[in-house]
């Protein structure tokens, strides 16, 4: 994707160039330098001039790039410019800062080179400006994705900060740098950026406590008082108003064009993006308040009794703020403002200062306290910008350094600063003048010496560890006795005397006495850039940057995080007695690490020139622009360009880089390989005037030969990409194909697997359906065959039975007519045979004999059987049913005839046993059987029971003497019945007698006779067919017993009673006594007639009936 990208903008890349090839297409003026034609001085500015009136601000010096500030927003940093310039080669359009910002970062990311980019020029010329565009120029055009680009916000947004804190204006310059810094980028290889580090070289501290004329503070303290909120200044104990600090300056207080409040909001919100904590910038700014205020703290002297002078603070209410923003205690940054304490080995000596050293000792504190506070800001943003990884990085390093300065006075940190130039410039010689032009000699190429000016002599007047100014100064820092700046002065007059390039009034050298520009307290020194003068007073001072052990220890005592880990030597514990090294020995050490640094990377150079000295645009001083291009060597680094060579490259990265622009060296090439590049470039046809041939390198003249290698290069790439993207893909496709194709025989197999699973299913489901409905089927079937089976068995077997039955009946037919002719063919023998036996044994007979023994047979068998019937008689018993069987048939009605008369005999024999009075008694059950027998359902029970008449035995028992004296006649029966109440239909007990003539009732108590009623009365007698004893005794009407009505009673002999009473009437009156058996009957009560209904009841009153008056009109009897 990445690569067909690259295809699609090299296609577009191309485009573009047939549109705009070269930076020589509608140049103005040369856009190379090396192509200027006349060289000199004149046509070099008139060049520049000419393009600075039309807005070219860059031009080229082969891959060097004059920046010249133009004052104002020019519209060519859009994104639209960045991505025209994007993956250009370097001279395909017009020259321009970007141009040499892609070809650095291209050729960091493709050819794996760390590169550095160093910007030069004076004060104010744009070095700032041009490392910034530099650096949001890299971030536009490398890796995206929201982790890049919090690291790529992260490294811009520090910017700000630390101009805040680091930049100030100056005459020469609205925001001048006043620290050196450089920054390395990191970048993974993919060319993304991973993070950064930056260090910062010697801020100008002197600053902090005094500012020339014209001059400000850093911006931060105009940025608080300007942008902070009244809360926020309140926290911070400060007020809005400028003119209440000592240490502002006032006469430019404001910077036109400067809006101090926005950028202090600029700079909080580039804080929390670079990842500063909330507690974090709070106490960053209450350091910067405390250093304000400190300013704000005076002194007078107060005389002491020994005569020594001591100083007093005047107001402590600035003090006592400042304790408390800073949580010191008062007291103790009291005591260290009025005490000096030395310690050496063993001794502690305290000494009081008097208002001048106070003064001294409080600038001190507010210097101290700033510049840590800067390098602490700086070792917080590399904390939070510091790559995340530890895979190697590729590295760019942007240097933005101040510029050479040149003021009215200038102290050490100018000495400082133009020493650090003064490096920058040799660098700059070592890398393009002296060491090209030696390495064309060490490569044995043709070559004519160029002069220029080396500035070596004059770093080792500044830096010689044993002459060199700096030397000097640390020696007298160190000496013991009196130093001051007059002795260190006088001491450089000595050693110094004889540098061409140094000047000094008092110097043994005459040069200088009467040189009148030079005053006694100065020394000179010829930079390359130009001649400065120096003023010595402060140099040892600022040398030694001493800070008293009493104010470094009270800051330790802070109850702050970040002051009192500014102060580490503070700690007692720690106490070193070793001098720190000397401000300018640091310096000079940390420069030597930047150069050594340098040296590693691929340099890519920016000359910032300043057109003018009023900041304006649209002007251009030619002087200055001259004197500029003198020093900055830039003539001679044309010169240098146009006799040699733009490009060089050892043969082994040669042919490796171009190698597979030749057949014959791609892929590899075996010899060795200069031969591999000197068949390379004859296979190419670059013509021989374009290249050298050195010892161990190749010497390309022109540019646009090795761009235009570069190009074939790029195509040649974009093929093999392409070849390896067919081959890729090729191989990338059959593997998806083969997977694909593996999968899609699993996929296939597995839905196989299911189909068949599913259709096996069906099918067995179906072959489940299918067998129930045949098995249904069959077993019908078979039901039907064995229904029909047996339908046919049972038809065979009612065939066979009626066959069988034919079969027999023919059989017995058969039999039977067998057995008849059988029998009529033995009857017709007997009869033959007795024919026969007659007719032979006839003459032997008489006439009659047949007849004779015919009688005598039949006698015979008669005999027989009387004589068996004898022995088989059955018993006497009436009862018994048994009789033999019948022997012959002949005999049937005879032996019928006789069992009827033998049971007749039986019976006659029987009855003979009876005596008279059991003869009655039969007679009477002859008589109730009669009467009853099938009509009433009482009887049967009654047969088994004797009739005894006089169950009550009167005669005997005295309680009925009366009764029986009143009966004269024999008593047939006497029993005790119920009568029922006609009223109620309830019983009362009765005695029931029966005469000869007359039925009585009487009271079973008394005996006494309640009716007595001749039988000649009794006109009937009614009982119902059922299991019951009920009785009504009817009466003749008109009768005299008739008068209370017909008697309705119960008895338990009712079969017996009504039997005698019928006997007894019969034989009294001649006459059958009516005996009525009907469930429903009436009877006569008094005058009323009442029906009695017998009728099925129910058996709770256990067998025995209960009789009820339903009404007038019925009784009911229930009869269970
Ligand atoms: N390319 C530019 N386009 C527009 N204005 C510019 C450009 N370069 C510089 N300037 C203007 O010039 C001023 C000074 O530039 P800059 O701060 O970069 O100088 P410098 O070389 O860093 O100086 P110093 O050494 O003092 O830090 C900037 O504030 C800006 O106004
Ligand atoms: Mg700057």
């Known amino acids: 994707m990445r690569n067909r990208c690259r295809v699609t903008k090299g296609l577009e890349n191309m485009a573009k160039m047939e549109v705009k090839t070269s930076l020589l297409d509608n140049m103005i003026g040369v856009g190379d330098m090396v192509l200027l034609e006349p060289l000199n001085e004149d046509s070099f500015i008139n060049n520049l001039k000419k393009r600075f009136d039309h807005n070219e601000v860059y031009t080229y010096i082969g891959s060097v790039v004059i920046s010249i500030n133009p004052y104002r927003s020019l519209p060519i940093y859009t994104p639209e410019k960045v991505e025209e310039y994007r993956n250009r080669n370097f001279y395909e359009l017009s020259p321009h800062i970007f141009a040499l910002s892609d070809e650095a970062y291209r050729s960091l990311r493709d050819q794996d080179k760390d590169q550095c980019i160093l910007i030069t020029g004076e004060s104010g010329a744009g070095k700032t400006e041009a490392s910034k565009l530099v650096m949001s120029y890299v971030a536009a055009v490398c890796g995206k994705g929201a982790e890049v680009n919090q690291v790529k916000e992260q490294l811009l947004q520090s910017n700000p900060v630390l101009e805040a804190f680091g930049n100030a204006k100056t005459v020469r310059n609205d925001n001048s740098s006043r620290f050196g810094k450089y920054m390395d980028i990191e970048f993974d ?80 919100n580039a804080m929390q993006i670079v990842g500063f904590m909330d507690h974090e910038t709070q106490s960053v700014f209450e350091v910067v308040a405390a250093v304000l205020k400190l300013g704000n703290i005076e002194f007078k002297p107060e005389s002491r009794v020994n005569g020594l002078d001591e100083s007093k603070i005047k107001d402590k209410n600035e003090l006592k703020e400042i304790c408390e923003l800073t949580g010191i205690d008062q007291s103790v940054l ?10 050496a080995k063993q001794e502690k000596v305290s000494t009081t200062l008097n208002v001048a050293q106070a003064y001294y000792a409080r600038d001190a504190l507010a210097k101290n306290l700033y510049s840590r506070l800067f390098s602490w800001l700086v070792t917080r943003i590399n904390e939070s910008i510091k790559a995340q990884t530890k895979v190697r990085k590729k590295v760019m390093g942007v240097l933005d350094i101040y510029g050479f300065e040149i003021f009215e006075d200038n102290s050490f940190e100018q000495f400082i600063i133009n020493y650090c130039n003064e490096k920058l410039q040799q660098i700059f010689i070592e890398l393009t003048l002296k060491e090209e032009q030696e390495e064309y000699i060490r490569e044995g190429i043709e070559w004519t010496h160029i002069e220029y000016f080396n500035n070596a002599i004059i770093c080792d007047l500044i830096e010689n560890n044993q002459t060199g100014i700096l030397a000097m100064l640390d020696e007298e820092c160190l000496r013991p006795g009196t130093v001051t700046d007059d002795t260190f002065l006088e001491k450089l007059n000595q050693v110094c005397a004889t540098h061409q390039h140094f000047e000094s009034r008092m110097s043994k050298c005459s040069r200088f006495l009467n040189d009148t520009s030079l005053p006694h307290s100065c020394f000179r020194i010829q930079h390359y850039a130009g001649k400065v003068m120096y003023q010595v007073e402060g140099f040892v001072d600022k040398n030694n940057d001493l800070l008293y052990r009493d104010l470094s220890q009270a800051m330790w005592k802070a109850n702050h995080s970040l002051i009192k880990a500014l102060f580490p030597e503070g700690n007692p514990a720690k106490i070193n007695l070793k001098r720190p090294p000397t401000a300018g020995s640091q310096f000079k050490a940390s420069v030597a690490t930047l150069m050594k640094n340098l040296q590693t990377k691929n340099p890519n150079y920016i000359r910032c020139i300043k057109p003018n000295d009023k900041k304006a645009a649209h002007i251009f001083n030619e002087a200055l622009v001259c004197h500029q291009i003198r020093y900055l060597g830039l003539l001679e680094n044309v010169r240098v360009r146009r006799a040699g060579y733009a490009f060089r490259q050892a043969y082994e990265p040669c042919l490796e880089r171009y190698k597979m622009l030749c057949k014959q060296t791609w892929p590899h090439w075996r010899g060795p390989a200069r031969a591999g590049v000197e068949v390379l470039f004859n296979e190419l046809e670059i013509p021989e005037e374009e290249f050298s041939f050195g ?37 990338k496709c059959r593997t998806r194909f083969l997977l694909m194709k593996r999968s899609q025989i699993v996929i296939a197999s597995w839905y196989r697997r299911y189909a068949q699973q599913k259709k096996y299913q069906k099918i067995k489901s179906s072959a489940i359906i299918v067998q129930s409905y045949i098995r249904g089927w069959k077993a019908r079937k078979l039901l039907r065959e064995l229904k029909h089976q047996k339908r046919c068995n049972e038809a065979a077997t009612i065939i066979a039975a009626y066959w069988h039955g034919t079969q027999a009946r023919r059989e017995l037919k058969r039999l039977k007519e067998e057995a008849r002719r059988k029998h009529a063919v033995a009857v017709i023998w007997a009869y033959w045979l007795g024919l026969k036996v007659r007719r032979e044994y006839r003459k ?10 015919y009688e005598f047979t039949l006698q015979r068998l008669m005999q027989k059987y009387f004589l068996e019937m004898k022995n088989k008689m059955p018993s006497l018993s009436p009862v018994d049913k048994n009789w033999p069987a019948r022997p012959y048939l002949f005999l049937d009605s005879t032996h019928k005839e006789l069992k009827r008369i033998f049971h007749l005999w039986r019976c006659k024999k029987y009855r003979d046993q009876f005596t008279d009075q059991q003869k009655l008694i039969y007679e009477e059950k002859l008589e109730a059987s009669e009467l009853f027998k099938d009509k009433k359902a009482l009887y049967p029970a009654s047969v088994g029971q004797p009739f005894q008449g006089a169950y009550l035995e009167i005669s005997k028992n005295p309680k009925y003497k009366k009764l029986k004296d009143a009966v004269d006649e024999k008593i047939i029966i006497a029993e005790v019945v119920n009568k029922i109440n006609r009223a109620n239909g309830k019983a009362t007990s009765r005695i029931f007698l029966l005469t000869k003539n007359n039925v009585l009732l009487a009271d079973q108590k008394s005996g006494n ?43 338990d002999h009712l079969i017996e009673m009504a039997t005698k009473l019928y006997r007894t009437t019969l034989s009294q009156t001649k006459q059958k006594l009516n005996i009525e058996i009907s469930d429903e009957f009436l009877v006569q009560f008094r005058q009323d007639k009442v029906c009695v209904k017998f009728i099925q009841g129910s058996q709770k009153n256990g067998n025995i009936p209960t009789c009820k008056r339903k009404n007038n009109r019925l009784l009911e009897v229930a009869v269970p």
């Open 189 to 268: 290889f993919k060319g993304d950026p991973l993070g950064g580090v930056i260090s910062n070289y010697l801020l100008e501290k002197s600053r902090v406590v005094k500012q020339p004329r014209g001059e400000r503070n850093f911006h931060i303290f105009y940025q608080i008082l300007s942008g902070a909120s009244e809360d926020f200044l309140c926290k911070l104990k400060l007020e809005r108003d400028f003119s209440r600090y000592n240490y502002l300056g006032l006469d430019s207080a404001k910077v036109n064009g400067v809006d101090d409040a926005a950028n202090f909001r600029t700079v909080r």
């Open 334 to 343: 009291e005591r260290a403002f009025s005490f000096r304490t030395v310690e």
């Open 695 to 731: 010892r161990s390198k190749i010497f390309i003249r022109n540019p646009r030969t090795l761009f235009k290698l570069e190009d074939q290069r790029k195509q040649r790439l974009e093929d093999l990409a392409t070849l390896i993207e067919k081959i890729y893909r090729g191989w």
């Open 844 to 853: 032997f007979f008489r006439a009659n004999a047949g007849k004779k023994i």
């Open 1009 to 1051: 006779i309640k009716s007595e009623v001749p039988l000649g009365d009794v006109t009937k007698v009614s009982m119902s067919s059922q299991n019951d004893g009920f009785f009504a005794v009817h009466l003749k009407e008109g009768s005299g017993a008739a008068g209370k009505g017909d008697f309705l009673l119960s008895s």
